[in-house]
């Protein structure tokens, strides 16, 4: 037994030496619990900041509440001016809406109109344009805009039943009866019939309340006009979203592979043989450079094609401007493989961190589920990602089928961080400890 | 002609070579010995154009030898202490992947490569997979990768680190072979057997400072006695080693001791002390001093501590 618990002991001395493994067990699983954590549970659960750009042409109350209700929602960000081209601040309006919506600025837009009552013969109506380019953030935008409208039912009903009755008996026999009604009621329970006949005028402020549980019957007192403005093409929604994301991650874990076979070779002494023939460091450096980005872009390419193949995803008539934003996703990716290469100095070391890193990135730049279901400092650190610009870039080609000036800036983004990571692993290499 | 000029490289805790200055023939088989951590790798890393010296300068056939300069690169020749070569390939393809880079044409490297293989006695397995050979095959497709550019240089360091002694011994005659026809060949070693087989000319160097410098001759006769004794390892010789101490210091060989006598000590006292002892004469002889002797005289320690 004694010697069972010198071997434990010495299995546990030999894990704790070992850095890699120790940051694997414990650091990793952390950071993505801390990540999953705050996506889907905790104090922070839900989505944050979704944008939607919003206009109001009704001066009814009802608009007004339902605006301020969807201005205190956190999920939401209310969009209600943008800069035009003359940078100037303006008020969106219908048409302006729904070109942001379009050119991916927002998710969706939300027209109350003027008319939130008049067209309709029970209820409210109104308009909203949406970009389905991430489904499940949709689907919440969708809930949230919804169960806000819902939440002023409690106080619109009585007028609408109003309306109705006029409707149908005229405006002196419906509004009698309204008045007979409400002196009725207001005799029952108790309740001024000014609250009843001008609610209006009334503090029915009660946004705060849910509608989850109300019957069906209110499903008909709201019409919401649905257009989806952008993606109306696209043959397979869920493949064309998500298939980026996976591709982008497979590809940073086959690069950060394939960068840090320079600690095999120079292990093995290749690196020392190739620099006794006629080539130099920086050739070497180059020659992985290359070899690892046109890996990335074929890697890239084969992956979408066979999601052409499995999931009919429309790869082909946009394909330039796809692999445009492919070769850069690939030397950004090759570039952070560069970089584990030029820091780390073992092979183990530079797996362990390219794990932790990947699945970061993967989990915080939008790969695993919607960048929206962040919190907001999250969403800042997704920005700083490659996978984030990635798959912005793929899904403004296939989904939107932008041309390159669109998703200049998405490979301007990708070629600057490449620069910037070179710069440093540069610096690294010339301090010297793979070669 | 390789000449090195005052050449001193430092690292951050350690000085591997101080103020070295050494000159080596053409067509010379050229010995660098010394104990592990001498600096005779680091001196191979300068002569390859990998280190860059701090001070002196090194010239390989009148060209300075830096990190820059890839033309002097496809004069020399370097196999590696480790086995440098791709596991998961052929020796084919080794082959063809190393000589790709050294500008020869196609149909001419191929005809390298055939020649190499013949060479090392690998062309009949060419086409296996290099993680399948043994180590000494290894050791000699090591070799093969260093000359398809067929080089006037040849620096091996150290190229025979866990060979079995039959591939020790094909290693040996191959580089003698290329030696033979025309190489300089620059080797080093800990082993003072393959310098003493090999090498025409031997430096012997230790903390980075050369000690000195000739032929085996040359060497040996800076020892202040003309022969050791050298005594084969038995069971008696064993057990009275320590009785021979007052006749010099002992050296502990792999078969045998290496007595090196004392000045002033007649042999034939020793002798009498042998036949008292009943050590039979027929495990005695007188030899040439061997290299390991110069080194522990010279530095008071053994090659191997």
Excluded at chain 1, 179 to 187: D, G, N, P, Q, T
Excluded at chain 1, 426 to 432: A, E, L, N, P, R
Excluded at chain 2, 266 to 283: A, D, M, R, V
Aim: glycine share 8%; proline share 4%.
């Amino acid at each position: 037994m004694k010697q069972i618990l010198r071997l434990v002991v010495k299995e546990y001395r030999l894990f704790i030496a070992d850095k890699v493994a120790l940051g694997l067990t414990f650091i990793v699983p952390v950071i993505l619990t801390a990540i999953f954590g705050a996506v889907f549970g905790g104090t922070s659960a839900g989505p944050r900041g979704i944008r939607l750009a919003f206009v109001n042409e009704s001066s009814s109350p009802i608009a007004t509440s339902i605006e301020e209700a969807l201005d205190t929602t956190k999920a939401v960000r209310l969009l209600k001016t943008f800069r035009g081209e003359n940078t100037i601040e303006q008020k969106f309006d219908s048409l302006s809406a729904k070109e942001y919506v379009q050119k991916g600025s927002a998710s969706a837009a939300l027209i109350i109109p003027a008319d939130i009552f008049s067209d309709t013969s029970l209820g409210l109506k109104v308009k909203f344009f949406y970009d389905p380019k991430n489904d499940i953030e949709m689907q919440m935008l969708k809930g949230i805009v919804q169960r806000t409208m819902y939440s002023q039912l409690g106080n619109l009903f009585p007028q609408m039943m109003q309306k109705q009755t006029e409707k149908f008996l005229g405006a002196d026999s419906g509004g009698l009866f309204n008045r007979e009604m409400a002196l009725l009621i207001s005799e029952y329970f108790e309740v001024d019939t000014n609250l009843i006949l001008h609610p209006n005028l009334m503090a029915w402020r009660d946004s705060s309340e849910t509608t989850s549980d109300r019957p069906d019957f209110f499903a008909d007192l709201i019409r919401i006009d649905e257009t989806q403005l952008v993606g109306q093409k696209v043959t397979n929604p869920w493949a064309t979203r998500s298939v980026g994301g996976w591709a982008m991650m497979f590809l940073l874990f086959t690069l950060t592979g394939s960068a840090t076979s320079l600690f095999d070779e120079k292990k093995s002494g290749v690196v020392l043989r190739l620099l006794a023939s006629p080539i130099s460091r920086i050739q070497i450096l180059w020659s992985k450079y290359l070899f690892n980005v046109s890996l990335g872009v074929v890697q890239l390419v084969f992956l979408f094609i066979v999601g052409w193949l499995m999931f009919d995803i429309n790869v082909f008539p946009n394909f330039f401007n796809l692999l445009l934003i492919i070769t850069a996703a690939a030397i950004a990716c090759t570039a952070f493989g560069m970089m584990l290469a030029a820091f780390c100095r073992t092979t183990q070391q530079a797996s362990g961190w390219g794990t932790l890193l990947i699945l970061s990135m993967s989990s915080i730049g939008g790969a695993w589920f919607p960048v929206s279901f962040m919190p907001e400092y999250i969403q800042f650190f997704s920005k700083l990602t490659i996978i984030y610009w990635s798959m912005d870039g793929f899904l403004e080609v296939l989904w939107r089928g932008v041309g390159i000036l669109s998703i200049l800036p998405n490979i301007g983004i990708l070629l600057g961080i490449a620069a910037l990571v070179n710069v440093v692993s540069v610096i690294q290499f010339k301090k010297g400890h793979v070669f | 002609m390789i000449q090195i000029k005052n050449i001193t490289k430092s690292f951050p805790s350690v000085v591997a070579l101080n103020d070295v200055s050494l000159e080596i023939q053409d067509r010379s088989f050229y010995g660098l010995l010394g104990p592990n951590g001498a600096g005779k790798t680091t001196m191979m890393n300068l002569l390859i154009g990998y280190l860059q010296p701090d001070k002196g300068e090194l010239l390989i056939g009148g060209q300075k030898q830096t990190p820059e300069n890839l033309n002097l690169r496809k004069n020399i020749g370097f196999v590696p202490q480790t086995i440098a070569l791709y596991d998961d390939v052929s020796a084919q393809t080794n082959l063809e992947i190393f000589g790709s880079f050294f500008d020869i044409k196609t149909n001419i490297l191929k005809e390298r490569i055939d020649e190499q293989l013949n060479a090392v006695g690998l062309f009949e397995r060419r086409k296996d997979l290099v993680k399948t050979y043994s180590g000494g095959m290894k050791r000699r497709l090591n070799i093969a990768a260093s000359m398809l550019h067929n080089p006037e240089y040849l620096l091996c360091d150290e190229p025979t680190v866990g060979v079995d002694p039959q591939s020790r011994n094909a290693i040996f005659d191959l580089l003698q072979k290329l030696n033979s026809e025309g190489k300089t060949i620059i080797y080093t070693t800990h082993y003072m057997e393959e310098a003493e087989r090999l090498c025409d000319k031997i430096a012997i160097i230790d903390s980075g400072k050369i000690i000195a410098e000739g032929t085996l001759g040359e060497l040996v006769e800076k020892l202040p006695y003309d022969e050791a004794i050298i005594i084969t390892k038995n069971k008696q010789t064993i057990q009275h080693r320590n009785s021979l101490n007052d006749f010099g210091v002992i050296l502990d060989h792999d078969d045998h001791f290496e007595l090196k006598p004392n000045n002033g000590i007649p042999l034939s006292k020793f002798f009498e002390k042998i036949e008292h002892l009943g050590i039979g004469y027929q495990s005695v002889e007188l030899h040439k001093p061997t290299l390991e002797a110069l080194f522990l005289h010279l530095t008071g320690r053994t090659l191997r501590d």
